[in-house]
């Protein structure tokens, strides 16, 4: 039987992983503090929340660990948290579900993995850093977090500016067919500027495409978040 993992996997996925550098494998006490850890730490800055926690859905929990899968409409995702501090996110493209969704329906030219929206990468990799910050500050982290995020699915997938936004001049094209960016950052540095700490990564997984863009063009898109 197909499990929502696997659902995620046959498209493209972010897989991002945080977790301290000092491993105490009972670092929350009671799976109860784990699962509101993670309700405080999620960050909702343009109507849905990273990670999803679904109040209407039940969360599995494991002796060490709490998780959660959501399909709904072109969301769908998996999460876990474990007692260590460690937490674990895979969640699908948003714009590679579309076929699936009634509020985001498909056009006529749509096809998965044929894009990826430059914006809502932007905001994903915000989502990241600035959920760091808050589990840090949730579980109380005085060592190190390592934050680390890969993006799969992306051979032979394009840029694409969003609406509203200038074109670019040719097809900015991934032959990569996957990225990855991993970092060890202290807890005080990602709640003092974690908007910051997401603009190399930003830079980075766009240079894969071609695409040598500006920090300064990476925050203006920041700041269409809301926070």
Same mark, same amino acid.
């Given at each position: 039987?197909?499990?929502?993992? #696997?659902? %995620? $996997?046959?498209r493209g996925h972010w897989i991002v992983r945080?977790? !301290?550098?000092?491993?105490?494998?009972?670092?929350?006490?009671?799976?109860? @503090?784990?699962?509101?850890?993670?309700? @405080?730490?999620?960050?909702?800055?343009? *109507?849905?929340? =990273? !990670?999803?926690? #679904?109040?209407?859905? /039940?969360?599995k929990r494991s002796a060490g660990y709490v998780e959660q899968s959501v @399909?709904?409409?072109?969301c769908v995702e998996f999460w876990r948290a474990y007692k260590s501090g460690q937490f674990v996110s895979i969640a699908g493209l948003l714009e590679d579900w579309r @076929?699936?969704?009634? &509020?985001? !329906? /498909?056009?006529?030219?749509?096809?998965?993995?044929?894009?990826? *929206? &430059?914006?809502?990468? &932007? =905001?994903?990799?915000?989502?990241?850093?600035?959920?760091?910050?808050r589990w840090s500050r949730s579980l109380e982290i005085e060592d190190s977090? %390592? %934050?680390?995020c890969t993006l799969r699915g992306l051979q032979n997938r394009t840029l694409k500016a969003g /609406? *509203? $936004?200038? /074109? =670019? =001049?040719?097809?900015q094209t991934c032959s990569a067919s996957e990225w990855s960016h991993s970092l060890t950052y202290s807890?005080?540095?990602?709640?003092?500027?974690?908007r910051e700490l997401a603009i190399p990564p930003? %830079?980075?997984?766009?240079?894969?495409? *071609?695409?040598?863009?500006? !920090?300064?063009a990476i925050r203006e898109v920041q700041r269409e978040l809301r926070g």
């Amino acid at each position: 039987m197909r499990t929502l993992l #696997d659902k %995620v $996997r046959t498209r493209g996925h972010w897989i991002v992983r945080i977790h !301290p550098t000092l491993y105490r494998p009972d670092r929350v006490a009671r799976l109860e @503090d784990l699962e509101q850890a993670v309700r @405080d730490s999620a960050v909702a800055l343009r *109507g849905w929340d =990273f !990670p999803h926690y #679904d109040l209407g859905e /039940p969360r599995k929990r494991s002796a060490g660990y709490v998780e959660q899968s959501v @399909d709904w409409e072109y969301c769908v995702e998996f999460w876990r948290a474990y007692k260590s501090g460690q937490f674990v996110s895979i969640a699908g493209l948003l714009e590679d579900w579309r @076929d699936q969704s009634t &509020i985001w !329906p /498909p056009s006529q030219d749509w096809r998965s993995g044929a894009t990826l *929206g &430059i914006q809502e990468t &932007i =905001f994903r990799i915000v989502e990241i850093y600035e959920f760091a910050a808050r589990w840090s500050r949730s579980l109380e982290i005085e060592d190190s977090l %390592v %934050v680390a995020c890969t993006l799969r699915g992306l051979q032979n997938r394009t840029l694409k500016a969003g /609406p *509203g $936004r200038r /074109p =670019f =001049f040719g097809a900015q094209t991934c032959s990569a067919s996957e990225w990855s960016h991993s970092l060890t950052y202290s807890p005080a540095e990602l709640l003092a500027q974690a908007r910051e700490l997401a603009i190399p990564p930003a %830079v980075a997984l766009f240079e894969v495409f *071609g695409w040598n863009v500006s !920090p300064d063009a990476i925050r203006e898109v920041q700041r269409e978040l809301r926070g």
